[in-house]
């Protein structure tokens, strides 16, 4: 039988998921992602560089966890559980390194958690179910081990939703002192890096074909730096946990992070990334 082309309603439908994402992104160093294994994509990410449009698909996937996430909270509330501190917000290190989580719960056992809802395909949920959720994402550990860390408490639950199935999985964890301290100063190093950390992974490696900053890192990048903020900026110098703009007309600290500037300026006068 003859494939009919996609129908203009689909692709209308994904060219406006993806045009709701837009190419700013955030004015800080996140706690969700902090634990990811290449410093360089964190430290593009810190710094403001444009990040590649989303294709719609995989933005309509990320709005379907936000749904997921109301969804378990309504469950949770009904099966008795008391949700306190929605998106609480966690700041540190002079208010570059930020994190939100999804509550705190109460009645887990008698001790507060931090909780945090995920939602999972079937393949990734049995991983959950079978490894861990450490030893499938390292980065959801870190997340909640800086959530306790900067909360003051010592405990944290996820709870996780397969998408396909509505099953759900829940797993306890316990802070760790040693290793929220190492997490701490990932983020001082990222923060306080003058130039792009080294990669993560090998050039061509099969997860930087998912990295938003594949095409400044690459050596034939295609991408155009368009984000006119402070990060990117050849003036913008890091001193000891603070930025400072070097530009000779108003060299100040910079107390606005990411906001846009009629001064910014990539190296060599050029509007591509300069590596």
């Not at 692709?11 to 992602?33: C, V, W």
């Not at 378990?72 to 290190?93: D, H, N, P, S, T």
């Not at 994402?137 to 396909?164: F, H, I, P, T």
């Amino acid at each position: 039988m003859a494939t009919l082309p996609q129908p203009q309603i689909i692709t209308d439908m994904y060219e406006a998921a993806s045009r709701a994402r837009g190419t700013k992104g955030r004015s800080y160093l996140g706690m969700s992602g902090i634990g990811g294994r290449c410093e360089r994509a964190l430290w593009y990410g810190f710094r403001g560089y444009t990040p590649s449009a989303l294709e719609g698909r995989a933005q309509m996937i990320f709005n379907l966890g936000d749904l997921v996430e109301q969804e378990v909270l309504k469950w949770l509330r009904a099966a008795g559980y008391r949700i306190a501190e929605q998106q609480r917000e966690f700041v540190a290190l002079n208010g570059y390194f930020r994190g939100h989580c999804d509550g705190v719960i109460e009645g887990a056992t008698k001790r507060p958690h931090i909780l945090e809802i995920k939602s999972a395909s079937s393949r990734r949920f049995k991983m959950f179910q079978k490894d861990g959720i450490r030893a499938v994402s390292e980065e959801y550990w870190a997340q909640v081990q800086c959530y306790m860390g900067y909360s003051g408490l010592d405990r944290a639950v996820w709870v996780v939703m397969n998408k396909d199935t509505c099953e759900l999985y829940s797993e306890r964890a316990h802070f760790a002192k040693g290793e929220f301290k190492a997490l701490e100063e990932k983020a001082v190093r990222i923060i306080n890096a003058r130039d792009r950390p080294p990669r993560g992974y090998p050039e061509g490696a099969r997860d930087c074909g998912w990295c938003a900053y594949a095409g400044h890192c690459a050596s034939d990048g295609p991408y155009v730096q368009t984000t006119q903020s402070c990060g990117s900026c050849c003036y913008c110098e890091p001193e000891r946990g603070r930025m400072f703009c070097r530009f000779p007309a108003h060299p100040n600290e910079i107390t606005r992070w990411g906001e846009f500037c009629l001064d910014w300026k990539f190296k060599q006068d050029i509007d591509r990334v300069p590596f």
